[in-house]
């Protein structure tokens, strides 16, 4: 009986966190459970397999057109628009509004020139609003993306890799005459203004400097759009690149800091 109740608490927990990080990975489990009992000729992993089987069937051959139904759609990917990271993709964490994929393509011919790309993080699920894509609470809407900073080789070649394997949690902190909002912030008790450095998975090309000249010129390219709601960066950063449209605010500590990567938001 206790064994039976302590399977089901697992079970129960697993699919609350399939649903939290993918959205639809709990779906998918308790799919994967009802095709498992039908099965007569069970072999080894054959759960496990099942439940992958399953999920990939889902997020690449039917969320994508369901997703339609909610208003939203996967980020049109092209040779300057691309996720930071596949997982962002395997994860549905991909979804937009057709609108926000028109703005990045508008943004993407006026970066033409330039040789700089779009790398996206987290935008939003497929499906539902108000069901957020954490840790980012406002992502809930299809209107959010976040975009990675724009990175140089030490000669100055423009990049478009990150310093992290998720794209986030390497900070380009304030230097020293700088406003140190982090420290504020985190005076005043908002521990987790810093969150992101949790979820680096794995810091990567180290030999990448922060590039003013790149992502000034991305910023400038997004603030370009009348579909652009708002910009959140670090406000060092809005200092440092000499950047003053009323359209880049600033977050408030209840946030997360933003000088690893940018937030944009659809009108
Ligand atoms: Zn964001």
Redesign the pocket.
């Given at each position: 009986m206790v064994k039976k109740v302590s399977l089901y608490l697992v079970k129960f927990s697993l699919i609350i966190f399939l649903t939290i990080t993918t959205q639809i990975g709990g779906v998918a489990f308790l799919l994967a459970e009802l095709l498992h009992r039908s099965i007569k000729k069970k072999i080894r992993y054959s759960k496990p397999i099942l439940f992958l089987l399953v999920y990939l069937f889902l997020t690449l051959l039917v969320v994508p057109s369901l997703a339609s139904v909610f208003g939203r759609e996967p980020i049109k990917h092209s040779s300057q628009i691309k996720p930071a990271s596949c997982m962002t993709v395997l994860l549905n964490r991909n979804y937009v509004k057709p609108e926000l994929n028109d703005l990045l393509s508008r943004t993407e011919k006026r970066l033409r020139s330039s040789g700089i790309s779009m790398s996206y993080l987290?935008a939003n699920f497929p499906f539902f609003d108000g069901f957020p894509l954490l840790p980012?609470l406002?992502?809930n809407d299809g209107k959010?993306?976040?975009l990675s900073l724009i990175y140089q080789t030490k000669k100055g070649g423009i990049s478009d890799q990150q310093k992290s394997i998720s794209g986030y949690g390497v900070f380009e902190g304030p230097k020293m005459s700088e406003h140190d909002q982090i420290t504020v912030c985190k005076k005043q008790g908002y521990f987790q203004y810093d969150f992101q450095k949790l979820i680096t998975f794995g810091k990567i090309n180290k030999h990448l400097e922060f590039s003013e000249a790149g992502t000034k010129t991305l910023l400038k390219a997004l603030l370009k759009d009348k579909s652009l709601a708002k910009i959140?960066i670090e406000p060092h950063l809005k200092t440092r690149l000499r950047l003053n449209d009323k359209k880049i605010r600033y977050h408030g500590c209840r946030a997360v800091r933003h000088d690893d990567h940018i937030?944009l938001e659809l009108k």
């Open positions: 987290d980012h406002s992502h959010k993306i976040d959140f937030h």
